[in-house]
Nanobody
């Protein structure tokens, strides 16, 4: 599956932003989908994931209560709604796909190209 992320930009702290990730190629169905991010000088970290068809999700503690992951299985798109953004949320955000059944870990095999989110204080 090919992934195309979009929606990044420059925003002020406490504002909101929605990222989108459009999937194409192999069927979107049966894939768990998720988001990772990588801040400057730091390793890539898990942000959120959602199961197929979307009943289960999990979040990193740092974004729990502020970010919401969702998916539209008709449009083959996964979203990340980000609210109450903080400067420490500044990073390149990557969408990812895992074809395995939902489990205790989310281990992607496909990655999007990333979209930059910059949060100013």
């Amino acid at each position: 599956v090919q992934l195309q992320a979009s929606g990044g930009g420059l925003v002020r702290a406490e504002s909101s932003l929605r990222l989108s990730c459009a999937a194409s190629g192999r069927t979107f169905s049966r894939y768990s989908m998720g988001w990772f991010r990588q801040a400057p000088g730091k390793e890539r970290e898990f942000v959120a994931a959602i199961s197929w068809p979307g009943r289960r999700s999990r979040y990193a503690d740092s974004v729990k209560g502020r970010f919401t992951i969702s998916r539209d299985n008709v449009k083959n798109t996964v979203y990340l709604q980000m609210s109450s953004l903080k400067p420490e949320d500044t990073a390149i955000y990557y969408c990812a796909a895992d074809p395995r059944d939902w489990g205790t870990t989310f281990s992607p095999v496909s990655w999007g190209q990333g979209t930059l989110v910059t949060v100013s204080s």
